[in-house]
């Protein structure tokens, strides 16, 4: 039997994801994703990661968002605060020593010409 998840409450998704259904996270995302995009044009900068990575830090904020929901607030104001403290960490784990020679590492499109063997 086919479930229709357009017409199931957040609070019931986020019950089938912990259940470990993966098209009821499938809906929550494509429910989400306009937050996801929104908290992610909050960061910029050169030390920030490239939006698409924190677009995928988004998406386990909200997946983490569905698997902690107990139904005491609106599940997107959890989820907005779960995928906002998702980007913080990726922000600040960017900036750590050990990703510092990364973050400043030139593509080779901008390295100018490199020698030719």
Not at 52 to 64: I, S, T
Not at 95 to 104: I, V
Request: charged share 15%; hydrophobic share 35%; aromatic share 8%.
């Amino acid at each position: 039997m086919s479930q229709d998840y357009g017409s199931l409450s957040d609070s019931r998704l986020t019950e089938l994801v912990r259940g470990g259904d993966p098209q009821a996270f499938v809906e929550l995302s494509s429910r989400y994703i306009g937050l996801l995009r929104n908290k992610a044009a909050l960061f910029s900068g050169p030390s920030v990661p490239e939006p698409d990575d924190l677009l995928q830090e988004g998406f386990l904020g909200l997946y983490a968002a569905a698997l902690g929901y107990i139904g005491t607030s609106s599940f997107g104001t959890y989820a907005g605060a779960c995928v906002y403290n998702q980007m913080v960490t990726a922000v600040r784990s960017s900036n750590t020593a050990g990703n510092r020679a990364l973050n400043q590492a030139l593509p080779l499109t901008e390295a100018g010409d490199l020698p030719q063997r």
